[in-house]
């Protein structure tokens, strides 16, 4: 059947062939009235935010409105280098909406090529539409793997299964007969049909359910979330601390209110880490937009965080291990049967099915059809069932039935006929057996009594960069879990063909225990898994889960769908049906295994990296509230002036964190966020603060006359300088000649500041004489020494 993709509702194909079937549709004047009357299927999309969403979500923000008021009263009562902290901001959240808006183009871009297009009759001929193209009364045609996209009810079945368990929770197929109505968020396991469409937009059944569930995912993250904790504990934090620092200030101020003032803002501003959240969010976005360049499309960002935290991934071979097409290497007659009999039976089963799977394909493709057999009767392939039939009216006018499926299944254990099977499984191959039927199709116990008839032997071919991506998932200590419907043992060779461990021993999931526990257990001992059902796929996701394992599970068939679903990280092939691409939140457009390192990578960079970086942050708000508390209960003027925070937060945070943020980083993902960040940032922070204010009392007790304060604040800058640049050095780790130059160059830039002249005056830093210079190195060195045995203390105490 010859079809073409409409991009609007009125739209209608030219030169297709008539479509087969009594019902031919609504007219091409139909279709514009009911355009006209707007019943179209208007749904919300799955689409990220809007651009007026992530402006507003970057610029107003409660720690922006914090830092834009006090921005303004610098302005008023201090030179212009003490406001640069705002035009940090104004910068900062620029890049930040950029780099947002240029991953929601590389998402959107994706999503349109990756959107389901469903087949509609109209005027008799069947076109592909855009799900939005669809309107009142259209007649959807349906096929294996292929989702409902809105409500209808049943018009052409020709054994037709709909899995509803996404919307009801019930397990088994339904089988649909015309007039039996469809729900849109079910889809086909079997069979094939049509149905008019009755309910389209928001007043279909899944479109309610999804309208709020579908939208931007962003913030639903264990690092968001974390981000969003750190968040709360500083507001508490700054709070009572702040308004403490503005009473003591106005009482303790020596150099006038203005100055007083300038200082006061000087202290509140590092309490808040206004940085974090934007490096967490351009983190994400490059994330996306370089997934996006390997034709990645991640339809919910936490996805990239998911799957670096993954420690098991569930692999189902057909189409992710090995490519979608077969060839059929041999057709082995049984019990003597004629060649050419058996080969006139095959091209009539595959021409009797209008959607062929990829196993049925082959034998199409070697066996064309006559058409001088014709189909009286036609059972589609369930992966339930793991077969499929067809009874036929021969050319001499004789009846026959035939089934075509899985030899374990069809026949008794002791069937001679299976003999011939272990050796071709061994080799890696798939076998189908022939068989001819005794009963009814459409019986239950229609494989009972069924005659051999030939052994069908298909080549499955590997994927190239399957061996390779295995490899990288032992090597990062991810166990990889083979799960197939095939037979375990043709399953097996082919995994150790990819040098996948432990794929010697294959285990038939027909032998798993039903218990959770140990099934979960039995899952943890075996690597590969064969002729394991749809319903099997989704327990053995369960039982993985139940262990504590964070589980990814990859596939491309409708037999995939409900373990996709309930797995931690789906992921899909492009090529996949449309109802496994709708529940993944990962789809491989060009159809390559080899693309999940690359998400597994940019997970761990976004994990391993913001966790650095935010202990950064929150050390420098740990000090500054300390410092706070310091300068009140010793009734002491505030140490330093805004700019010198801001040229301290750029050179040992701002800048390096930037880089650091962005930087390749392997390390497996580790659980507590939150927690990993405290036990580290803490005591840095506590270390930091008590030497740069031991350095300040002791520079207000070494320095009087004129020019006081600005000694007494140089010194303290140098020590909180020498100190930050410690914890970046520490937090560098490990070394590399980019991060080393990194932090060196950091150094060189404040050295620069101190000797040349104008800058100097622009910051305000002059060391006055030696003493106190070198006191403040020396107090340094000691606070370094803390930091290294404090670092390594909590190192040991908290191992995860």
């Given amino acids: 059947m010859t079809q073409r993709a409409l991009d609007s509702p009125g739209e209608q194909p030219d030169a297709v062939p008539p479509a087969s079937g009594p019902l031919h549709g609504l007219s091409a004047a139909e279709v514009a009235e009911r355009v006209a009357r707007g019943e179209v299927n208007d749904v919300p999309v799955r689409s990220s935010r809007s651009v007026a969403e992530i402006v507003r979500a970057n610029v107003f923000t409660r720690f922006n409105l914090i830092i834009g008021v006090l921005w303004v009263l610098v302005l008023f009562v201090a030179p212009v280098q003490d406001s640069l902290f705002g035009f940090v901001i104004i910068a900062n959240t620029g890049i930040g909406v950029i780099q947002e808006w240029r991953a929601k183009k590389t998402l959107d871009g994706l999503a349109v090529v990756g959107e389901a297009k469903p087949t509609v009759r109209r005027d008799g001929r069947a076109a592909e539409v855009s799900v939005s193209g669809i309107v009142l009364g259209d007649l959807v045609e349906l096929g294996p793997g292929d989702k409902v996209v809105v409500d209808g009810t049943v018009a052409e079945a020709d054994g037709l299964e709909i899995d509803e368990s996404l919307l009801t929770g019930e397990a088994d197929p339904v089988i649909k007969r015309p007039g039996d109505p469809v729900m849109s968020g079910s889809f086909v396991v079997a069979g094939g049909g049509a149905f008019t469409a009755t309910k389209v937009g928001r007043e279909a059944y899944a479109a309610q359910l999804a309208e709020e569930a579908s939208r931007f995912t962003l913030v639903q993250s264990e690092l968001r979330s974390g981000i969003s904790t750190i968040l709360k504990y500083v507001t508490w934090m700054m709070v009572p601390t702040s308004i403490g620092l503005i009473v003591s200030q106005l009482v303790a101020k020596e150099h006038g209110l203005k100055e007083s003032a300038a200082r006061t803002i000087g202290g509140i501003v590092p309490m808040i ?82 959607r062929p799977n990829a196993s049925l394909q082959a034998i199409v493709d070697a066996h064309p059809d006559d058409g001088t057999w014709k189909a009286t009767q036609t059972l589609p392939f369930s992966s339930a069932r793991k077969y499929s039939g067809a009874a036929f009216t021969e050319g001499d006018g004789s009846a026959s039935a035939w089934l075509l499926g899985a030899p374990d299944v069809l026949l008794e254990a002791d069937d001679p006929a299976l003999a011939s099977t272990g050796h071709l499984n061994e080799q890696g191959l798939r076998v189908l057996l022939l068989a001819r039927s005794r009963g009814a199709l459409d019986a239950p116990d229609a494989a009972s009594g069924a005659t051999p008839a030939a052994l069908v032997v298909l080549e499955q071919r590997l994927r190239p960069d399957a061996e390779e991506t295995l490899a990288y998932f032992e090597e990062e200590r991810v166990d990889a879990k083979i799960i197939s419907g095939d037979n375990a043992v043709s399953v097996g060779a082919v995994a150790q063909k990819l040098g996948l461990p432990g794929a010697e021993h294959p285990l038939d999931a027909r032998k798993l225990p039903a218990g959770q526990n140990e099934m979960a257990s039995e899952i943890e001992r075996n690597a590969v898994f064969g002729r394991v059902t749809p319903q099997q796929k989704r327990d053995m996701v369960a039982a993985l889960q139940s262990r504590g394992h964070t589980v990814a599970m990859t596939g491309d068939g409708v037999n995939d769908v409900l373990a996709l679903k309930d797995a931690d990280i789906g992921v899909s092939m492009g090529s996949g049906s449309e109802a496994t691409r709708a529940v993944a939140q990962i789809v491989l457009m060009n159809n390559s295994f080899a693309t999940l390192p690359s998400v597994v990578a940019e997970g761990r960079r976004v994990i391993g990296n913001i966790t650095r970086v935010a202990t950064l942050f929150l050390t420098k708000t740990v000090y500054s509230v300390l410092l706070a508390i310091l300068v009140v209960c010793f009734q002491v003027e505030y140490p330093f002036l805004p700019r010198h925070l801001t040229l301290l937060s750029t050179l040992t945070i701002g800048v390096p964190a930037f880089f650091l943020a962005l930087a390749p980083n392997k390390e497996r993902a580790r659980p507590h966020f939150v927690h990993r960040v405290m036990r580290y940032s803490i005591p840095s922070g506590v270390i930091a603060g008590a030497a740069t204010f031991a350095t300040y009392l002791l520079a207000r007790h070494h320095y009087t006359g004129p020019g006081q304060l600005d000694a007494e604040t140089s010194a303290a800058t140098l020590t909180l300088f020498l100190v930050s640049m410690w914890v970046l050095a520490i937090i560098a780790r490990p070394y590399t000649w980019w991060r080393l130059a990194l932090v060196a160059s950091m150094g060189l830039c404040f050295l620069v500041v101190l000797v040349v002249p104008a800058l100097q005056h622009f910051f305000a830093l002059k060391l006055v004489g030696s003493v106190m210079p070198w006191t403040a190195v020396a107090i340094s060195v000691v606070a370094a020494a803390a930091l290294e045995l404090a670092w390594r203390l909590v190192g040991r105490r908290f191992r995860s």
């Fill in 273 to 354: 880490p206004e940085g974090l959240v934007l490096l967490t969010s351009v983190a994400f976005a490059i994330g996306v937009i370089r997934l996006g360049r390997k034709q990645c499309l991640v339809q919910e960002l936490p996805a990239i965080e998911g799957l670096a935290r993954v420690d098991v991934v569930c692999l189902d071979k057909t189409g992710t291990l090995t490519e979608g097409g077969m060839d059929v290497t041999e057709v082995r007659p049984l019990n003597g049967q004629d060649q050419a009999y058996v080969q006139r039976v095959l091209a009539a089963l595959g021409a009797s099915d209008p």
